[in-house]
């Protein structure tokens, strides 16, 4: 976990990255622009990736494609390994309704990042679906996130 003044390590869910591309505003593009100041530092797995290039594909996001590809080559990140077949089967009770979602906070976990960051309610509803990956990982809206990470940052500059 990150310490006061120390840059977060996060996972980005691709519903948020899609959602940052998409719109550009609001809280996924405003965390983009942390990424892509380092700011913050994003961990990703091919995964993830492979989601967002396959929904801006869907989508026929031409452009969008290319400023992924240029982010993801410029930007604060650090790819890390897909979770195994295994580990995921292994770890299905963490999102029942979502297999697909096992992966995406197995990656979390597995980076030890002090976030995992979506827009999913199979992940960040903190209730008793969530309580399982609750337990393991903190997890956060774009919004709730934006909102630590500016609170944070006033509270470290005041104390300078």
């Known amino acids: 976990m990150a310490k006061k003044g120390e840059i977060y390590r996060i996972v980005l869910d691709s519903n948020v990255i899609f959602s940052g591309i998409y719109t550009k505003t609001g809280n ?24 967002v290039f396959n929904t801006l594909s869907r ?6 494609i290319i400023w ?14 897909i979770p195994s077949e295994l580990q995921v089967e292994q770890n299905l009770y963490l999102v ?7 992966v995406i906070a ?7 990042v002090d976030y995992l960051i979506s827009g999913d309610s199979d992940l960040n ?23 630590l990470f500016r609170k944070n940052k006033q509270e470290h500059q005041i104390t300078e």
């Open 125 to 147: 509803s903190h209730n008793e679906s969530t309580k399982e990956i609750d337990a393991l990982i903190n997890v956060l809206t774009p919004k709730d996130f934006i909102s």
């Open 68 to 81: 992924f590809r240029t982010f993801i080559s410029q930007a604060s990140i650090e790819i890390i390994q």
């Open 59 to 64: 989508h026929q996001m031409s452009e969008s």
């Open 106 to 112: 197995l990656t979390a976990i597995n980076s030890e």
């Open 28 to 51: 996924p593009g405003t965390i983009l622009d942390l990424v892509a100041k380092g700011e913050v530092i994003l961990i990703l797995s091919e995964y993830i990736i492979d989601e």
């Open 96 to 102: 029942p309704r979502d297999p697909n979602d096992v």
